[in-house]
């Protein structure tokens, strides 16, 4: 499954916002549509919405061919497509490595340039998430085969596979895999539209649960450990990801349940030291008292709706990442993976 298509001048996604009912892809042809997609959620995973912006980018190139202006324009449409969501570090990685060709490359090759290095990181991310799978198969399928998860980790989140979703997907291969538990995810429910879409669509055994029910499933037995993604890395190891995934490490740690994240190299952030530096997005509140347009609140009820939270690495067991598994004192092991990473 891919939720993302592309050609010179040209990125398809997958609505995600319609799913899982409906299936419908749309062209963009510039940056600034492919940043409205990604502001409004029609992309979003933190590796697949720097795939996006890197298309994005390139097929800004293509429509600007000729510009005299050419790179100036480019710079600013790399400035707007950056702040359409300012947590998942892989966006802001993923156009700079796109920038990155502007000094290589003069104006008649840009467009092509462009558009082959945005293929690079697109096929990075797949090949970086069957490692992921890998590696985190190995060390969680020593705990058993009832596996938490939240939010959406798998194809729609990254270009294919999927990182916590991956993982599941490799103890799945392997046949080690017993069930799921897919946290609903409130308020966008990525859990019970979008992993469930996954899992289903592969046959892989799961539940939803809402979010409340996590606690009450660890208590009673059901789970063998939590795997989650992320959208940012600290030095340190706290880990910005979608909200919710803070509970779960608390109750995990309460419940003596390995908690892991699953997550490629591109999403440490070694240069923010701790997690009280990571920006944390607020969305419309909206998206709290309304569900699907229809309001579920008060009328004029107001809300808060932090997309993510911060889980401290001290309640995190292991980051599996595509370089292998780094283990607390995480200022040393993602160091250690971080120089790893191309190696
Ligand atoms: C594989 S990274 C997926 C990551 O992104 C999600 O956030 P959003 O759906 O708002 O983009 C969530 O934090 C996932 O863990």
């Known amino acids: 499954m891919r939720a993302i298509r592309f050609a010179p001048g040209e990125v398809e996604l997958l609505d995600q916002t319609k799913l899982p009912h409906e299936t419908v892809w749309e062209k963009f042809t510039s940056a600034d549509e492919v940043a409205a997609a990604i502001r409004d959620m029609k992309v979003r995973g933190a590796p697949a919405i720097g795939a996006a912006a890197a298309f994005g980018l390139a097929a800004e190139a293509r429509r600007l061919q000729g510009d005299s202006q050419l790179r100036e324009k480019l ?17 802001a990685q993923a156009l700079d490595e796109m920038l990155s060709v502007l000094t290589q490359t003069g104006d008649d090759a840009l467009a092509d340039a462009l558009y082959a290095k945005a293929v690079a990181i697109a096929d990075a991310d797949v090949a970086t998430n069957r490692r992921i799978g890998a590696f985190g198969a190995d060390v969680i399928g020593q705990h058993g085969g009832h596996i938490l998860t939240h939010c959406n980790t798998g194809s729609l989140a990254t270009v294919e596979y999927g990182t916590a979703l991956g993982v599941i997907r490799a103890l799945h291969e392997r046949g080690t895999l017993r069930h799921v538990y897919v946290d609903e995810t409130r308020p966008y429910l990525q859990g019970a539209r979008l992993t469930a879409y ?5 046959g892989i055994p799961f539940d939803i649960i809402t979010d409340s029910t996590a606690g009450y499933a660890m208590a009673q037995g059901w789970v063998d450990a939590v795997v989650v993604g992320a959208d940012r890395i600290a030095r340190n190891g706290d880990t910005a990801n979608k909200i919710g995934t803070y509970t779960l490490a608390v109750l995990a740690q309460y419940h003596g349940i390995p908690f892991y994240v699953a997550a490629p190299t591109t999403t440490l952030d070694l240069a923010t030291a701790t997690g009280r530096d990571i920006p944390i997005e607020e969305r419309h509140a909206n998206e709290v008292t309304h569900m699907f347009g229809r309001p579920i609140a008060p009328i004029g009820a107001s809300a808060r709706h932090l997309a993510f939270d911060v889980t401290p690495g001290a309640l995190i067991t292991g980051i599996i990442t595509e370089c292998g598994v780094a283990k607390p004192p995480y200022i040393e092991s993602l160091a250690e993976m971080a120089g790893r990473h191309g190696a």
């Open 198 to 202: 996954e899992l289903a669509e592969e």
């Open 75 to 91: 710079l600013e449409a790399a400035k707007r497509l950056r702040s359409a969501r300012p947590t998942a570090v892989n966006l």
